[in-house]
Each structure stands twice: as structure tokens, then as C-alpha cells.
């Protein structure tokens, strides 16, 4: 009998089981770990195994553990046999006697083994949530730092900055890595680069690195590794995420910052506002679930929360600060960035009046509602002809993410019905993904729908360029059939013609980025920009307060800019 559990296969076969523990046994490597201890993997040997009865351990090599070992902690082995690497359930001591120096000690009997196949090529992947900190030294140049992706017995894959393609391309020495866990391992070991693939969206570069020579000690550590990344990594498993302990490498101690609050690979100052930069946790989050989600998890809920709530915060802080630094987000993949500018304008267009659990609510739910799109086939994005059989597929991704926002408890599901199931949905019964009409639409849907458009409208998309807010404008009053009238009207009125982050150019011939508007729409406070194409980072000048027209003459045109 052989069930499945992610790439592990149970053996529960009595004469299976005995098989591979009579090689245990003779050829050693067996090593012990403790329930919520330390982590790290201690080598005993296993003297003699009797099928369905006990197994006869020496302890020897740990006797210090063996307080808590008769005290009832609970314990399991893992070792090599066979080419495949062993894990027994959950043991605990039954019975220790010294002999001749030694300390044997028996155990139960496990009634199965979770067995891995190919212990060399296995590769072990890390999920979101479960950061390693990793360094690559190079020498006479600082370290570069990254992120540790997977993890086999030869080798690993890191993410790295796009700016150590160049140094690694010129390094020929074998170059040292290390690794950081949250619990506060650290490992060392040589390795060299192999091969180096860009991701020029996220700046990014996913490097190979294989290992070099390694000790006995050092491949031991990097199969508990593995071996300990796909315990941590079956947790987020949707069938999983309740019923399994921790592995103690994903676990901060007490007092430890929270692992999941770096940022790694993310470079600060190519954010160009000090609150653009504040956004840039909010960011990686949304990031990362993008691939959590592909893996299978859901939303993480306590997460959403967290930087819903940071989101709250820096609206109630300053509010333009906030629309501004949405618009700063270049660095981002587009679906962060556009479920950043929707939280942050929707908020500011639908918050005023509500509770701050429903205002929470909203955000969250415009922070995410576009991740289903992680979801779909990705191919339906770049197809050149978009046909109604790749909008029903398209269609798929809102069911598919509210599904994965189900385990979050808190988020009022009438608040994630309207924006995450409605934002797509049109007056005249064409959107989806249930073609609701207006008569069915609730008003919160309906505003929702507009904040999307909007701020879908003023990004490139690879069918048509960005569009100026008086486009905008246009667009949605020439379709009162999709959009309702009223809410149109409520959201030029609330930012105004020449809206907080649109770029104007004035009667003097400058350009300047609006940051701040009077209740007539009057920009207040703008920053210079030297051109309409540079990047945002590199594209902010002096600022100007107070009476703006009377430095820079009279607003002529927005100028359509992609951000």
C-alpha cells in the first residue's frame, strides 16, 4: 500500500517497512529529531529493528537529550536506504538500559515510512512565507544578497539583484554561500554559479549554483534542509494548513524579527517618495502571493490584514502622500501596482462614511482582487486576438480567488463579494463573471468597477497606450450603459480633473507631477519633472507650494504617462 503526501510516497507494507530499516540498520547514518527542538538533526545509530514490536536505538552519541527523551519528548529518525531518504511517524521511548558504556534504548515500532525517492537530483522548493536569507561572497567585492529559492543535495537556486549577473559573469573561483534561517541557522558552503535566468519585470536574476566538495557533515545538514523545507513547505497546503506542526528552521524565536518582513531583492531607492517606499512591504506581499497561490495556498490571512491595516495607516497619515506614491510603483509587477492603486482609491472614494472593519474590508479586498489572474493560464495575456473562449477563461479568476480568501476569517464576505466578485461586472449585464445587471449590482460594486477602469486606463497595456484622466473621463461618460452615471460623477468631483499624480504641463512650457489639490481642483503643491518619459525615481525635481499658476502660468494639458 503507498499513498501520496506532495513528493514523499508512505510506505505502510509491514515487509516494505522492514526492508528498508534492515538497511538502516546496516549501514547506519541514522540520525534523530526532536518534536519542536532545536532542528537539527542528531546521528544515533539503529541497532536492531523487530517488525511490529520495537526498534533498538544507541543513544550514546546523545545522551544529553536523554532527560527529555525518557521524559516523554517525541521524536522521529530519518536516514538513507536504498537511494531514497526515510522518515519514521512520531516515536517516544519505551525503554533505556546501559550497557557496557552505551546507552540502548527502545522505541515503537513505526507503522509506515515516508520515503523519498532520488536523493541526489531532489529538489526541494521554498513557498512564500518561508524567507532564507542568502549570501553570496565574491571576492574583493561586497556580498550580494538574496533569497534561497530551492535546495537539493548538489545544488541551489537563489534569486538575486539583476546587478550580479555582471559580477558573477566575471568570477571564475569557486564563491561561498551562506545561508540564514528564521530560527537563526546558519550554514556555509562552496559552490559555483552554472546557469543565470533574467526576470526583467521583477529585476530580478534566478541563479544556479552547485555545490562543491562537500563533508559528510555538510551534506547531512543540507538533507535535513531539504528534508525540513517540504515538511514547512506540506503546512501550506490548503488540505494541510491546520493540522501540522511547524518545522523549527521556519520558526522565529521569541524576541527575533519576523523573517517575513524582508524585503530582500527589493532595492529602496528606486522608490521615488519617502511613502512609495513605505508601500514597498505592502508590495512584496502582494508579490508573493501571486506564487503562494500558484502553489496551492491560499491568502494569507494574517498577512492581509497586517498590511491592509498599513495601507489604513498611511491614508489616515496623508492621504495625497498615499495616491501620489501609487503612482511610484514602476519597480512592481503590474498586478501589484494596480491592486495598490485600486486599495488606495477606492478607499479614498467609498471610505469616508464606513466602519473601520468595513473600510479594512474594502482595502484588502482591492488589494487582492486581481491575484486570481495568477490562477488562469497565463498564455490567455499574451494571445493576440482576445475570443470570447479566452474570456470565459479569463472569467475564471474571480471564483477561483475567493475560494482562496474563504480561510480569511475576518474579511466580510459581502465586502469581498462586491469588490472582488463585482469590480468586473457592468451595468448592462456584460461583464463577468456572472453577466449581473445594474438592477442586481450593489453600490459598492458599482463604484468599484469605476476605480478599476480608472486605474487600469492609466498604465500601457500592450494593445494601447496610457490614457489622461480627461480621456478617462470621456471613456466612462460615453458608456452610462456599463458604468452608473451617478458614480462617475461622484468620483470626478472627489479627485478632480487633473487628479493627485497626473502630469501637466503648464502655459510656461514645464512639466510638473500634481501632489496636492484645492477643493476646486487647483493644484496646490507640484513636483518638476524633466521629461515625460524618464522614470519616476529619476523624474522628480523641486517642489512647489502655494500659489502654483502664478510661479508656472496655467495648467494647458495632462500629459499620458505610464507608471
Known amino acids: 500500500m503507498v499513498a501520496h503526501e506532495e513528493e514523499y510516497e508512505r510506505v505502510a507494507n509491514p515487509v516494505a517497512v522492514a526492508s528498508l530499516l534492515d538497511t538502516l540498520v546496516e549501514g547506519g547514518g541514522t540520525s534523530l529529531c526532536l518534536e519542536g527542538g532545536e532542528g537539527r538533526p542528531e546521528p544515533i545509530v539503529l541497532m536492531e529493528q523487530h517488525p511490529d514490536q520495537a526498534l533498538v536505538l544507541d543513544l550514546s552519541s546523545v545522551d544529553y537529550l536523554l532527560g527529555q527523551l525518557q521524559g516523554g519528548a517525541s521524536f522521529y529518525l530519518t536516514g538513507e536506504a536504498q537511494g531514497k531518504m526515510l522518515r519514521t511517524p512520531m516515536l517516544s521511548l519505551t525503554e533505556t538500559r546501559r550497557s557496557g558504556g552505551r546507552f540502548l534504548c527502545c522505541s515503537g515500532y513505526p507503522a509506515y515510512l515516508d520515503v523519498l525517492q532520488r536523493r541526489e537530483v531532489f529538489r526541494a522548493e521554498l513557498r512564500i512565507g518561508m524567507p532564507v536569507v542568502a549570501m553570496v561572497s565574491v571576492p574583493g567585492q561586497d556580498a550580494i544578497q538574496g533569497e534561497l529559492r530551492d535546495l537539493s543535495?548538489?545544488?541551489?537556486?537563489?534569486?538575486?539583484?539583476?546587478?550580479?549577473?555582471?559580477?558573477?559573469?566575471?568570477?571564475?573561483?569557486?564563491?561561498?554561500?551562506?545561508?540564514?534561517?528564521?530560527?537563526?541557522?546558519?550554514?556555509?558552503?562552496?559552490?559555483?554559479?552554472?546557469?543565470r535566468r533574467p526576470d526583467p519585470e521583477r529585476n530580478l536574476l534566478r541563479v544556479g549554483f552547485h555545490f562543491g566538495a562537500c563533508s559528510p557533515e555538510q551534506e547531512r545538514q543540507i538533507w535535513y534542509f531539504v528534508c525540513e523545507i517540504e515538511r514547512e513547505s506540506s503546512r501550506y497546503a490548503k488540505e494541510h494548513q491546520d493540522e501540522r506542526q511547524p518545522s523549527p528552521l521556519f520558526t522565529s524565536p521569541a524576541g527575533r524579527a519576523n523573517a517575513s518582513e524582508h524585503i530582500g531583492r527589493r532595492d529602496l531607492k528606486r522608490y521615488a517618495t519617502p511613502t512609495a517606499r513605505r508601500l514597498v512591504k505592502i508590495a512584496a506581499?502582494?508579490?508573493?502571493?501571486?506564487?503562494?497561490?500558484?502553489?496551492?495556498?491560499?491568502?494569507?490571512?494574517?498577512?492581509?490584514?497586517?498590511?491592509?491595516?498599513?495601507?489604513?495607516?498611511?491614508?489616515?497619515?496623508?492621504?495625497?502622500?498615499?495616491?501620489?506614491?501609487?503612482?511610484?510603483?514602476?519597480?512592481?509587477?503590474?498586478?501589484?501596482?494596480?491592486?495598490?492603486?485600486?486599495?488606495?482609491?477606492?478607499?479614498?472614494?467609498?471610505?469616508?462614511?464606513?466602519?473601520?472593519?468595513?473600510?479594512?474590508?474594502?482595502?484588502?479586498?482591492?488589494?487582492?482582487?486581481?491575484?486570481?489572474?495568477?490562477?488562469?493560464?497565463?498564455?490567455?495575456?499574451?494571445?493576440?486576438?482576445?475570443?470570447?473562449?479566452?474570456?470565459?477563461?479569463?472569467?475564471?479568476?474571480?471564483?477561483?480567488?475567493?475560494?482562496?480568501?474563504?480561510?480569511?476569517?475576518?474579511?466580510?464576505?459581502?465586502?469581498?463579494?462586491?469588490?472582488?466578485?463585482?469590480?468586473?461586472?457592468?451595468?448592462?449585464?456584460?461583464?463577468?463573471?456572472?453577466?449581473?445587471?445594474?438592477?442586481?449590482?450593489?453600490?459598492?460594486?458599482?463604484?468599484?468597477?469605476?476605480?478599476?477602469?480608472?486605474?487600469?486606463?492609466?498604465?500601457?497595456?500592450?494593445?494601447?497606450?496610457?490614457?489622461?484622466?480627461?480621456?478617462?473621463?470621456r471613456h466612462l461618460l460615453s458608456h452610462p450603459h456599463q458604468f452608473d452615471p451617478r458614480w462617475i460623477k461622484r468620483y470626478i468631483e472627489h479627485f478632480k480633473a487633473l487628479p493627485v499624480g497626473a502630469l501637466v504641463r503648464f502655459s510656461n512650457e514645464q512639466l510638473a507631477w500634481v501632489l496636492r489639490v484645492d477643493e476646486r481642483g487647483s493644484p496646490t503643491e507640484v513636483c518638476m519633472a524633466m521629461s515625460a518619459s524618464a522614470p519616476m525615481r529619476d523624474n522628480l525635481g523641486k517642489t512647489i507650494r502655494g500659489n502654483v499658476v502664478e510661479k508656472l502660468g496655467r495648467p494647458v494639458s495632462e500629459v499620458a504617462v505610464s507608471t
Open 285 to 473: 506581499f502582494l508579490d508573493g502571493q501571486m506564487l503562494a497561490l500558484q502553489q496551492g495556498s491560499d491568502i494569507d490571512s494574517r498577512q492581509l490584514s497586517l498590511y491592509a491595516d498599513r495601507l489604513m495607516d498611511l491614508h489616515e497619515e496623508d492621504r495625497e502622500a498615499l495616491l501620489f506614491a501609487s503612482r511610484c510603483l514602476s519597480p512592481e509587477p503590474l498586478l501589484v501596482r494596480h491592486g495598490i492603486s485600486v486599495a488606495a482609491h477606492l478607499l479614498d472614494l467609498v471610505g469616508a462614511s464606513m466602519p473601520r472593519d468595513l473600510r479594512k474590508a474594502v482595502v484588502a479586498s482591492g488589494l487582492v482582487h486581481d491575484l486570481g489572474k495568477a490562477l488562469v493560464p497565463q498564455v490567455l495575456f499574451k494571445a493576440a486576438n482576445f475570443e470570447a473562449t479566452h474570456r470565459q477563461a479569463l472569467s475564471e479568476h474571480v471564483p477561483l480567488l475567493l475560494e482562496r480568501l474563504e480561510s480569511c476569517q475576518w474579511l466580510s464576505s459581502s465586502i469581498a463579494s462586491a469588490v472582488v466578485g463585482g469590480i468586473n461586472e457592468r451595468m448592462d449585464g456584460s461583464g463577468y463573471p456572472n453577466g449581473v445587471t445594474g438592477e442586481s449590482l450593489n453600490e459598492l460594486a458599482k463604484a468599484s468597477a469605476i476605480v478599476d477602469v480608472v486605474e487600469a486606463l492609466r498604465r500601457d497595456r500592450s494593445d494601447r497606450p496610457a490614457k489622461t484622466a480627461q480621456q478617462i473621463y
Open 153 to 195: 543535495q548538489r545544488g541551489c537556486q537563489l534569486e538575486l539583484p539583476m546587478t550580479a549577473s555582471g559580477v558573477l559573469a566575471t568570477t571564475e573561483v569557486p564563491l561561498t554561500l551562506s545561508f540564514e534561517f528564521p530560527d537563526g541557522t546558519h550554514f556555509e558552503i562552496q559552490a559555483s554559479a552554472r546557469h
